[in-house]
């Protein structure tokens, strides 16, 4: 009896840390795809100045080379730091700023309509 509940609390562990990678890595993509912007403008234009100089040593396959070693740093950056903060114990519910990944409403911002005042049971 004991035994069959030790593993099923790894398991529950084990599936715990697996969705905690899961939504870092996902969260994290996210911040680089939309915050990340400016410093991807950088990274494309770095690329291809890259590309453009590796084209006269390897005609054929300097862009797929360029554009896949950048990728695939993004992707290994975004993991190992998804598992960095997974391995720390740093699960998603527990961060302030990631309120929009549960649903729920900042409470601070509440809407109120120009007709509002007149219609809706709203004191100010």
Known sequence: MALAQGQS?????????????????????????????????????????????????????????????LIGIHAIGIMLAAASLTMQGIHPQEVEWLRWLHGQADPLNTTVYAACPLTCDVHF
């Open 9 to 69: 609390l790894k398991s529950f562990y084990f599936l715990t840390m697996i969705k905690s990678f899961l939504i870092w890595t996902f969260t994290l993509t996210v911040c680089m795809i939309v915050i990340g912007f400016p410093a991807l403008v950088l990274v494309v234009s770095v690329g291809a100045l890259l590309a453009v100089t590796l084209h006269a040593l390897l005609p054929f396959s300097a862009v797929l080379l360029i554009a896949t070693g």
